[in-house]
Nanobody, 123 residues
Framework: QVDLVESGGGTMQAGGSLRLSCTAS????????MAWFRQSPENEREGVAF???????KYADLVKGRFTIFKDLSTNILYIQMNNLKPEDTAMYYC?????????????????WGQGTQVAVSS
C-alpha cells in the first residue's frame, strides 16, 4: 500500500501554467506505474499521463504537447507540469500508483489513489 498526497492545484486563467505534485510514502523508483487522472462533474475519471521505468511517459491526446509528467527518483515525488491550460482542463486531479508497469493499465487497475487536488481554469 502506498499513500499518495497531491498538492499544487488552484485557479488559473487560460494559457497559464500549474505544476501538481504527488508525494508518495515510498520512493518513486520503487513504484511500478504512477499516473495522473482527472475527473470533472460531467465526465468519468480519465487518464491524463502515465510513467514507469520500462517505457517513456504516455499522455492522453487532449494534453499531449502541453503536459509533462516526471518523477524525482531521489525523492518520493511525482509531478505533472501543465502548460497552456484550457478551461476544459478544469477537473479534480488524482495521483495513482500501482506495483505493475503502466502497459495496459486503465482507471480500474490502479491499486492506490490520492484524495485529489482541484484545478480550475477560467477563460
Amino acid at each position: 500500500q502506498v499513500d499518495l498526497v497531491e498538492s499544487g492545484g488552484g485557479t488559473m486563467q487560460a494559457g497559464g501554467s500549474l505544476r501538481l505534485s504527488c508525494t508518495a510514502s515510498l520512493y518513486a523508483y520503487r513504484i511500478g506505474c504512477m499516473a495522473w487522472f482527472r475527473q470533472s462533474p460531467e465526465n468519468e475519471r480519465e487518464g491524463v499521463a502515465f510513467i514507469d521505468d520500462r517505457a517513456g511517459p504516455k499522455y492522453a491526446d487532449l494534453v499531449k504537447g502541453r503536459f509533462t509528467i516526471f518523477k524525482d527518483l531521489s525523492t518520493n515525488i511525482l509531478y505533472i507540469q501543465m502548460n497552456n491550460l484550457k478551461p476544459e482542463d478544469t477537473a479534480m486531479y488524482y495521483c495513482a500508483a500501482d506495483p505493475r508497469i503502466c502497459y495496459g493499465m486503465g482507471r480500474t487497475d490502479f491499486r492506490d489513489w490520492g484524495q485529489g487536488t482541484q484545478v480550475a481554469v477560467s477563460s
